[in-house]
């Protein structure tokens, strides 16, 4: 060991630390860009991966222990895509790296007898003519970007499955995104038995045996299809052929954890970088991906029906002002109609959100939310209308004072949820069943109780966003939506349009089989705007809603990214937030929002204050993001730490 040969190598080696994590080693051969290696670091031994040969550095190196690849797995693609990646979310490499591959996978090796998929019989449907013209005119070998726009149940899935048998056809590997709470057990099965074999699942709720023989398993190409939520798009192969993200709106595609990466705009940068198409499916596009596609960056598709013409729910609004509110939850127009539902041997399905989030204010008179009079987002209140803060300007009101009506008396709208699954639990005795992310944790228990509503045994389904997703139960007829003003009035910019998404998502579980469905939503304000989109073309939602952004400045019209400062001290951390905002300000190329104090103001006993960084153009943001790193660097004492979090989705 440690002999000094002149005819050592040096080479590059990333791990996955939380810093940019390039270091060099020593080596007695060059190897190929993208093989893992196994290096001494501090008194561990880590894997990580080789980035090419360097000159002899002035520094003495410590030498490569082993090469764990006999075949390339990273590919220079792959490592090109997590620079593009840490530099876009302007994250240090290794911390990237680290985020997207466990180190228990970056560590692991290729299992000796993989296990081939099971194959079944392939049953095999024909496509609409409408699916088939879709399918037909997405062609595989190049990169291109299309939005397949189509309510729920209108055969997106038989779009995909498609485009993925000519993918295989062409020995070509595809890659299949969900988000993690869609992967159920009906739609694996359902790509099983259209394809005739098992898909590799990839998620977090596996076991990690299992995970780590499924990463191999499509690494390999032993598996054509691999299956799962945001992590899979990382699981290297050479033979990628096709992408699919479906439900490509969904929230939680952007991870929050380092590096804060959004999982749609990632899948569409990836197939660009490894030239394959990338298809992504919404019933409810995000209001960026309809910019792409009307700005023919992303080429629109839409299936305009429901398979086998299923008709679409009617939406009623149920006016709270006027009704009488049974167990303080409850309008007695949708307890009745539940009951005739229940009566007539039908299903329903209850959705509430209980995010314990601080929650906004309405007033008594005229049921709109208290606004910020800077921002044009409602403000948070923190006990009553006389504190209440924005929380992306941080301008104090109190005593409020309704700009639209001049009424003084404000309620928040945020409380109670427990309380809806307790009344009804009371009134329905063992006819409710009940989902939640706070009573089910596993595959296996959602699966228990959908089963039971499957069968029968209950005929009310309540529960939160998870009841939203992808469940196909065609005697449902009834939906409910207890809380939906809410939702829309958070402190954040998209609250319109995450409940625009959220009652369409919701509506589609209704009247799926031969009966109509019927969409109750309980609000205290049935005039505002948004309202009445529920009801409308959804072209007319998207066109509202980014008229809208536009003019207020935000995404897509506008770059956005949010900082958040933490430390321990409150005023220490305030000062260097402020310090960086001025300075960020004084550049005159991006508008500065903040620094404020952060919704959720302390967590773990550490302060936590935000700002908000808006530029006309992506490099205008670029260079303030990097001009803040600068900034906190030099500043930076304690633990204090800084985010960076662009084109953010959440601002608590
Ligand atoms: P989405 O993915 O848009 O929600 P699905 O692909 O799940 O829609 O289709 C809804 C239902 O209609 C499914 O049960 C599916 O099998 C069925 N379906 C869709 N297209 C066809 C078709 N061409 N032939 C037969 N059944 C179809
Ligand atoms: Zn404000």
Same mark, same amino acid.
């Given at each position: 060991m440690g002999s000094n040969n002149n005819n050592d190598i040096y080479l590059q080696v990333l791990l996955p *630390? $939380?810093?940019?994590?390039i270091y060099t080693y020593k080596y007695i051969t060059d190897v190929a860009i993208g093989v893992r290696a196994s290096v001494p670091f501090g008194t561990r031994t880590m894997t990580g991966i080789c980035l090419g040969v360097v000159k002899k550095p002035d520094f003495e190196c410590k030498e490569i222990?082993? %090469?764990?690849?006999?075949?390339?797995?990273?590919?220079g693609v792959w490592l090109d895509f997590l620079r593009r990646l840490a530099d876009y979310y302007i994250s240090p490499l290794g911390l990237a790296l680290f985020g997207v591959i466990s180190k228990k996978l970056l560590d692991s090796a290729c299992p000796q007898n993989l296990t081939p998929p099971k194959t079944v019989k392939q049953e095999r449907i024909e496509l609409s003519a409408e699916q088939q013209e879709i399918a037909a005119s997405i062609s595989l070998g190049s990169y291109s970007a299309h939005l397949l726009d189509g309510i729920t149940g209108s055969g997106k899935t038989e779009v995909y499955v498609s485009i993925i048998e000519r993918a295989l056809a062409e020995g070509k590997q595809a890659l299949y995104i969900v988000p993690e709470i869609a992967l159920t057990p009906q739609l694996i099965d359902r790509l099983k038995h259209r394809l005739g074999f098992d898909p590799a699942l990839y998620h977090s709720k596996m076991s990690s045996k299992k995970r780590l023989e499924n990463f191999w398993s499509f690494a390999s190409g032993q598996s054509m299809l691999l299956l799962g939520?945001?992590?899979?798009?990382? *699981? $290297?192969?050479?033979? %990628?052929g096709l992408i699919i993200v479906d439900e490509e709106h969904e929230n939680t595609f952007k991870q929050e954890e380092m590096p804060p990466y959004n999982l749609r705009d990632m899948a569409v940068l990836y197939a660009s970088m490894l030239n394959v198409p990338v298809v992504l499916g919404s019933a409810t596009p995000q209001a960026e991906s309809m910019d792409n596609a009307l700005s023919g960056k992303y080429k629109l598709h839409k299936l305009r029906s429901r398979y086998a013409s299923a008709a679409m729910p009617e939406i009623t609004l149920v006016d709270m002002k006027r009704e009488t509110l049974l167990g303080g939850v409850l309008a007695e127009s949708v307890y009745d109609k539940l009951q005739q539902v229940l009566e007539r041997g039908e299903q329903a399905i209850l959705f509430l959100n209980r995010k314990g989030y601080a929650t906004s204010l309405f007033c008594k008179q005229c049921g709109k939310p208290f606004e910020c009079l800077n921002c044009s987002v409602p403000v948070a209140s923190?006990?009553?209308?006389?504190d209440c803060v924005c929380h992306y300007c941080g301008e104090h009101y109190s005593n409020i004072t309704c700009p639209h009506c001049g009424g003084k008396e404000f309620f928040d709208a945020g409380a109670g949820t427990e309380r809806v699954e307790e009344f009804l639990e009371d009134m329905f005795p063992a006819d409710v069943v009940r989902i939640d992310t706070g009573k089910i944790t596993t595959i296996k228990q959602l699966d228990e109780a959908l089963d039971k509503f499957n069968r029968k045994e209950a005929h009310i389904l309540v529960g939160t966003q998870m009841v939203a997703k992808g469940l196909h139960f065609p005697n449902i007829t009834f939906v409910g939506i207890l809380g939906l003003d809410n939702i829309i009035s958070l402190p954040d910019y998209r609250a319109s349009e995450r409940a625009y998404q959220l009652v369409m998502q919701v509506s589609g579980r209704a009247g799926r089989g031969d009966s109509k469905g019927n969409v109750y939503i309980q609000t +205290? &304000? $049935?005039?505002?705007?948004? +309202?009445? +989109?529920? &009801?409308?073309?959804?072209a007319n939602f998207y066109e509202y809603e980014l008229a809208r952004r536009q003019k207020l400045g935000y995404p897509p019209y506008m770059k956005l990214a949010r900082i958040v400062w933490t430390y321990t001290d409150a005023s220490a951390i305030k000062n260097v937030a402020d310090s960086i905002a001025s300075a960020l300000r004084a550049t005159g190329n991006v508008e500065v929002l903040g620094a404020a104090p952060a919704v *959720?103001?302390? %967590?773990k006993n550490r302060y936590r204050f935000s700002l908000l960084v808006r530029a006309k153009t992506h490099n205008a943001l670029k260079l303030a993001l990097l001009n803040a790193v600068e900034l906190f660097s030099k500043q930076k004492h304690g633990s204090m730490d800084m985010r960076i979090d662009r084109d953010p989705n959440y601002f608590m």
């Open positions: *630390v $939380p810093t940019e994590g222990i082993n %090469i764990l690849d006999k075949e390339l797995l990273f590919s939520a945001r992590s899979a798009l990382f *699981v $290297p192969s050479s033979n %990628i923190f006990k009553s209308s006389s +205290y &304000m $049935p005039d505002n705007q948004l +309202y009445q +989109y529920f &009801m409308q073309d959804s *959720v103001f302390k %967590i």
